[in-house]
Every structure is written in structure tokens, then in C-alpha cells.
């Protein structure tokens, strides 16, 4: 309330009334949409004595391109249709900045207002998570329920026709603003951003070294042509070059002889047309490029394959297998496996059959983020860190499978001789963990035996119910229907 208006009605308040009240609400808002306004509008008609109103803006997470900046100035343009009291506020964290803002000002009455979609029972449950967490005696959790739609998963997708996008905005907002909005979300939908671009030729050109790897406009627009399938991702670019530098004096070779030629990478089908430029030498024009596999081309092809070396054979030699199979473990770097398979020696690069490397291994792990992120509130996302050699780990019984480390945020997976639907399992399960650590559920936890603690075996069980049980299962059910 304007201090002035407390001061003439101070014989009217309550010393309640006269305590200092602050609204927030916070989101990754990717990106802010009429329903998100919505929540807002409702909190200060419900709450007109509200003498702030802060709304935290977070990152995302990384669940889509669109940028923390670009989100504030989305809220920047809704603050027209609020009043002054409104702040937009950026935040690493949206959660933890609302309890430190609570914890801060311990003389604020603060109310935390969330969003609630009618008839989304999920979002009902979401919220009275929260509430359990919010046990500060100057914290009130508020649920606002709306019938306009908030998602903005929905938003994204819509974003491919500008009128369909619309619709998804306040409706009292002018079109000269919608068409701003618009403006500023262009270009979100690539999964290699332009500077990023800039940066893989520089490492191309150090990689490549002394050729000079020039990127003409073309191969930006068509690395986010939606033809790739899946998208092209920006490390897959960067193990692309590291790939072409092994390969740099054949590169070089092939040039001289043909003038243009297609390098490809077998693992992730990957197809660059590479070529001369005949005025400035040592320049190597990257003229497009394509995920295709089998791609036809009249040009000759330099084919990155999986497999470095042929079987060495010998039915007769049994000895012989044995010597070479020797020679090559004594001979071969660490991400190379040597075996003997009865009359012949196989050697493999076993670094590229990681779960960590492995593309159908990623599309599923992204799907189960995707889904599970749909379903509850997890903003940001964690660090994921793979252990895949541990062999004295995966020789026990009882052995590591997966822990969450809520200093770092990070969820770290054991994967050697697992399978991968196990694995997944286990993400869910940390994810769990790692969306309690978000809600400040995991404080002052000693030891990890839950016989003897009553809230670790709480904790404990919501993970093992939520994660890998309820969101596992409707994600591989969803996964499956589709």
C-alpha cells in the first residue's frame, strides 16, 4: 500500500494491514504467456494492499532457446497492462531466490502466489508439494487457479504461425506489442544459434590448422533446416571437425585431386560439402550441410567410420590370432577394445559405444527430461555426469547405481554393463531428488541409512514413487503409444 494512503487510514488498519506485504511470483516463462499474466492479475486483485509485487524470472533450464533476457523484455512489455508496484526481477533460480527473499526479510509478509491450470490435477498436486516446503512463518503459498492456457511448451510450438502465437498473449495487449513479442522470440526454434557459429569456425580453424575453414550464410540457415531429422546439435559439430582434423592430410590430399569433395561422419550421418577456394589458398569453403544417411553425391566421399580397423582372420592360425591380439592391446590407445573372437582379433573404439555418446541413448534421455518436465516443476535443470568405466563398481552386488549431489546440482549415473532402460530409471529417480533439493526439501539429511532417519525414508519413497515408478511409467507408456 502507498505509505501515504497507511498513513491516512492507519486508524482504519488492522497492525496486520500495516505490516509490509510483498507478492512473488517466479517461472522459467518460456515464455510468458496470457495465462502467466493471468496468475499476476488475479494476485493483485485478490491482494490490492500489496505493497510489492516481484516477479523472479529464471533461465528455463534449457528446456528451449529462448533466453532469460528475452523473457524479461516480454514481462518488460506485459508491465504496461500492471501497476507500478510490479519489479521484474532476473533470477539464476526463481524457488531459491523466493525463499531467500522470505528469509531476508523476515519483517515482510511475503505470499508466494502460484499457478494452477482448472481441471489439471497435476498442477494441484505440484502445489501442495510446495506448500510442505514452505514452512516460513512470514511465507504464505497462495494457488491462483486460471482458465486461460499458461504453457509454454504449447507457446513455443505455436510459434511457426505468428497468428496462432497471438492467441497466446493477452488479448488487451496492442498488436504493435504482440508483433515486438514476436519480433523478439524470432529465430528460437534454432538448435544452433548463429554466434555459436562463429565459434565452431574459430575451433575448426585451429583444428584444421594450417587450412582456414570458411561458413558461408548458406550452411547457418540450412545446419537449423528443419529437413535434419533429428536436429543438428552444436556438439555433434564440434566432434564432426575434431573427427575431419584426424583425417586432415587425406582432407588435403582429396582436395588437391578433386577440388570439392563430401565429408561424412557414419555415426551421426552428417554430410558437409567441402571445397577449394581458388582465390585464397588454403581456404576450405564448408558450403552446406545435411543429416542424411546414404547421401548420393557425385563428389568423392572422406567417410568417418565406427570401426578403425578390419577383423585380422586366420582359421588355421589359432596361434597367430593370439600374437596379434596382444600386439594390438600393447599397441592401441585406452578407447580402443581389443578382443579375440574365436578365429579372429576385433578392435573397436569402445568410447563411441558409451551410453554418454550413444544418439538413440540421448533422444530418450531428452524425451524422459521433456516429459517429466511437463509433468512437474523443475527449473533448472541438473548437471548430469556420467560414470561409464567403473568396472569394480559394476562387479559388485550391491554396487553404485546412480547418486544426486545437491551442492553441484548434479546427477551422476553409473553405466558400465547396465542396461540403458535401467539407467533412465535412475535419472528419474535423481530427478526427483534434485526437483526436492529445488524446494529446499534436502537440509541438514545426516548419514543415508532411512531405518534410522523417518524423513530421509520419506524422501526416499517419493522419489521411488514419482520418479521411478509414476513419471517412468506414463513417459514409457506415452513413448510407446506414440
Known amino acids: 500500500m502507498n505509505p501515504i494512503a497507511k498513513e491516512l487510514l492507519k486508524s482504519f488498519l488492522t497492525e496486520e494491514d500495516l505490516q509490509t506485504t510483498v507478492g512473488v511470483f517466479g517461472g522459467g516463462f518460456q515464455p510468458p504467456t496470457k495465462g502467466h499474466l493471468e496468475v499476476v492479475k488475479q494476485a493483485l486483485e485478490r491482494y490490492p494492499l500489496l505493497d510489492k509485487f516481484i516477479i523472479f524470472v529464471g533461465t528455463g533450464g534449457g528446456r528451449s532457446n529462448i533466453t532469460q533476457e528475452q523473457s524479461v523484455k516480454i514481462w518488460n512489455i506485459y508491465k504496461k497492462l500492471l501497476p507500478n508496484k510490479v519489479e521484474i526481477v532476473p533470477s539464476a533460480n526463481p524457488i531459491s531466490s523466493i525463499y531467500s527473499y522470505t528469509k531476508e526479510n523476515p519483517e515482510t509478509k511475503v505470499k508466494w502466489f502460484l499457478g494452477s491450470r482448472e481441471g489439471r490435477e497435476e498442477d494441484f498436486a505440484d502445489f501442495v508439494k510446495r506448500t510442505k516446503s514452505a514452512d516460513k512463518p512470514n511465507l504464505e503459498v497462495i494457488n491462483i487457479i486460471t482458465k486461460v492456457p499458461v504453457s509454454g511448451t504449447a507457446a513455443r510450438k505455436?510459434?511457426?504461425?505468428?497468428?496462432?502465437?497471438?492467441?497466446?498473449?493477452?488479448?488487451?495487449?496492442?498488436?504493435?506489442?504482440?508483433?515486438?513479442?514476436?519480433?523478439?522470440?524470432?529465430?528460437?526454434?534454432?538448435?544452433?544459434?548463429?554466434?555459436?557459429?562463429?565459434?565452431?569456425?574459430?575451433?575448426?580453424?585451429?583444428?584444421?590448422?594450417?587450412?582456414?575453414?570458411?561458413?558461408?550464410?548458406?550452411?547457418?540457415?540450412?545446419?537449423?533446416?528443419?529437413?535434419?531429422?533429428?536436429?543438428?546439435?552444436?556438439?555433434?559439430?564440434?566432434?564432426?571437425?575434431?573427427?575431419?582434423?584426424?583425417?586432415?592430410?587425406?582432407?588435403e590430399n582429396m582436395l588437391d585431386d578433386e577440388g570439392e569433395i563430401v565429408a561424412t561422419d557414419s555415426d551421426t550421418d552428417i554430410n558437409i560439402p567441402l571445397a577449394k577456394d581458388n582465390i585464397?589458398?588454403?581456404?576450405?569453403?564448408?558450403?552446406?550441410?545435411?543429416?542424411?544417411?546414404?547421401?548420393?553425391?557425385?563428389n568423392k566421399k572422406l567417410v568417418f567410420e565406427e570401426d578403425l580397423f578390419e577383423p585380422i582372420e586366420d582359421?588355421?592360425?589359432?596361434?597367430?590370432?593370439?600374437?596379434?591380439?596382444?600386439?594390438?592391446?600393447?599397441?592401441?590407445?585406452?578407447?580402443?577394445?581389443?578382443?579375440?573372437?574365436?578365429?579372429?582379433?576385433?578392435?573397436?573404439?569402445?568410447?563411441?559405444?558409451?551410453?554418454?555418446?550413444?544418439?538413440?541413448?540421448?533422444?530418450?534421455?531428452?524425451?524422459?527430461?521433456?516429459?517429466?518436465?511437463?509433468?512437474?516443476?523443475?527449473?533448472?535443470?541438473?548437471?548430469?555426469?556420467?560414470?561409464?568405466?567403473?568396472?569394480?563398481?559394476?562387479?559388485?552386488?550391491?554396487?553404485?547405481?546412480?547418486?544426486?549431489?545437491?551442492?553441484?546440482?548434479?546427477?551422476?549415473?553409473?553405466?558400465?554393463?547396465?542396461?540403458?532402460?535401467?539407467?533412465?530409471?535412475?535419472?528419474?529417480?535423481?530427478?526427483?531428488?534434485?526437483?526436492?533439493?529445488?524446494?529446499?526439501?534436502?537440509?541438514?539429511?545426516?548419514?543415508?541409512?532411512?531405518?534410522?532417519?523417518?524423513?530421509?525414508?520419506?524422501?526416499?519413497?517419493?522419489?521411488?514413487?514419482?520418479?521411478?515408478?509414476?513419471?517412468?511409467?506414463?513417459?514409457?507408456?506415452?513413448?510407446?503409444?506414440?
Request: no cysteine.
Open 158 to 251: 505455436a510459434l511457426e504461425d505468428k497468428e496462432l502465437f497471438f492467441t497466446f498473449l493477452p488479448p488487451s495487449l496492442p498488436l504493435e506489442d504482440k508483433e515486438e513479442i514476436y519480433s523478439i522470440l524470432s529465430g528460437i526454434n534454432e538448435w544452433v544459434p548463429e554466434p555459436e557459429i562463429d565459434n565452431l569456425d574459430d575451433y575448426a580453424d585451429d583444428a584444421l590448422s594450417p587450412l582456414d575453414l570458411k561458413i558461408p550464410p548458406h550452411f547457418v540457415d540450412r545446419v537449423n533446416d528443419r529437413r535434419n531429422n533429428p536436429p543438428i546439435e552444436t556438439d555433434e559439430l564440434y566432434d564432426f571437425f575434431d573427427k575431419l582434423s584426424d583425417e586432415k592430410d587425406e582432407l
Open 280 to 298: 585464397k589458398p588454403n581456404t576450405v569453403v564448408a558450403k552446406t550441410i545435411m543429416r542424411k544417411r546414404n547421401f548420393m553425391t557425385p
Open 315 to 482: 582359421e588355421e592360425n589359432d596361434e597367430r590370432v593370439n600374437f596379434y591380439a596382444e600386439y594390438y592391446k600393447n599397441l592401441s590407445p585406452s578407447e580402443f577394445q581389443v578382443e579375440k573372437q574365436k578365429d579372429k582379433v576385433v578392435i573397436s573404439n569402445i568410447s563411441k559405444k558409451k551410453l554418454e555418446h550413444n544418439p538413440e541413448f540421448k533422444k530418450l534421455l531428452i524425451s524422459l527430461t521433456t516429459y517429466m518436465m511437463d509433468q512437474i516443476s523443475i527449473d533448472p535443470l541438473p548437471n548430469i555426469k556420467f560414470i561409464e568405466d567403473d568396472t569394480d563398481n559394476a562387479n559388485e552386488l550391491l554396487g553404485k547405481t546412480a547418486y544426486y549431489d545437491p551442492n553441484t546440482q548434479t546427477i551422476v549415473l553409473y553405466t558400465y554393463n547396465r542396461h540403458p532402460k535401467d539407467v533412465l530409471r535412475s535419472y528419474a529417480h535423481e530427478m526427483i531428488h534434485h526437483k526436492q533439493n529445488l524446494e529446499g526439501k534436502i537440509q541438514n539429511i545426516q548419514g543415508q541409512n532411512i531405518n534410522e532417519d523417518d524423513y530421509l525414508k520419506e524422501l526416499e519413497a517419493e522419489a521411488y514413487l514419482q520418479g521411478n515408478g509414476l513419471l517412468f511409467r506414463g513417459w514409457e507408456n506415452n513413448l510407446k503409444n506414440d
